[in-house]
């Protein structure tokens, strides 16, 4: 089947699925649940300016989908996926635009025959309003699917001007992301501070360390490359160039919904538990995000268990 590379559809309207409509080489398409309906542009806004993203629109009658991004919430991936169905190839290319691990298990029950592809993204970016991104901070995507070169329509999405490279060890680079979204999300959402701040609250910065710790004991014992600065140095430097950003979780628990914490800290603690690993640290703070009332934040801020 020849792709069809004059739309990029993206299922997901939140603040990363609008900053890569923003991005993509021809225009974004976005597939929202029944009911709801697309302008026909995004206003992009950053630091030096605000512009308006022109959008395209599926024509009534169109190939099946032969490739799509998949932005919405991880916890959202089936519901976003069904009423979708009718119209996606069986072996559609779905680039997995989300946090957390395990998104096959998501996707494949549903799609047998789909082609699934990995992202990791580092730009900061939170929405003004809908179809309204403020770009907080200058990141990469990195992206693949274990092989060593990407095929079309992935070609064209590769950008040096939004930093957008095809990975061949996506599948490490997969693991970092949520080792350092296993740092930043969980701090910010209960304590309420940008990603910036993590660094500069003593409080936040001591537990930096005995979480990096825990994560690091996981990935060692999956034989999972550790970065090669050291996961401290990673989660610092990811927190400083999106220092202006609100983390995902953060957004998520001011708007009082749902969070990733399952298929983030969740997914650590899974792993932990299937290697006989003791994380506390991952535990208190997964337990914490499920009983503290949504807009809620701790204060005064504890020190880490133990």
């Known amino acids: 089947m020849a792709p069809n590379t004059t739309l990029w559809p993206i299922l997901g309207a939140g603040s990363m699925g609008c900053l890569l409509a923003c991005m993509t080489p021809q225009p974004a398409s976005f597939l929202l649940r029944p009911g709801q309906s697309a302008p026909n542009h995004i206003i992009y806004t950053n630091d030096q300016r605000e512009h308006q993203v022109t959008l395209g629109s599926l024509p009534d009658r169109h190939p099946p989908l032969s490739h799509l991004i998949l932005a919405c919430k991880t916890y959202d991936t089936q519901a976003a996926l069904e009423p979708w169905l009718p119209i996606i190839a069986p072996d559609c290319q779905i680039l997995c635009l989300q946090n957390g691990m395990g998104h096959e298990e998501r996707i494949l029950p549903l799609l047998p025959k789909a082609q699934i592809l990995y992202a ?69 959402a209960l304590s309420g501070e940008t990603n910036g701040q993590l660094l500069q609250q003593p409080r936040l910065q001591a537990w930096l360390l005995p979480l990096c710790r825990e994560i690091e004991s996981v990935l060692i014992t999956l034989s999972i490359p550790l970065p090669q600065q050291g996961l401290q140095q990673l989660v610092g430097q990811v927190a400083q160039a999106t220092s202006a950003n609100r983390s995902s979780m953060l957004q998520d628990r001011q708007a009082k919904r749902r969070t990733e914490v399952d298929a ?18 991952c535990s208190w703070l997964a337990q914490q995000l499920q009983i503290l009332p949504a807009g809620k934040f701790l204060t005064p801020w504890p020190l880490p268990p133990g």
């Open 120 to 188: 990791s993204m580092t730009h900061g970016a939170y929405r003004l309003a809908p179809f309204s991104v403020f770009h907080a901070g200058q990141g990469q995507l990195l992206f693949g699917n274990g092989h060593p070169t990407p095929s079309t329509p992935w070609q064209q999405l590769c950008s040096e001007q939004w930093a957008i490279h095809w990975r061949a060890d996506i599948h490490t680079l997969l693991w970092h992301k949520l080792a350092v979204n296993a740092v930043i999300n969980p701090l910010t």
């Open 264 to 281: 983030i800290l969740g997914h650590l603690l899974r792993q932990g538990q299937l290697h006989g690993l003791q994380l506390p640290t």
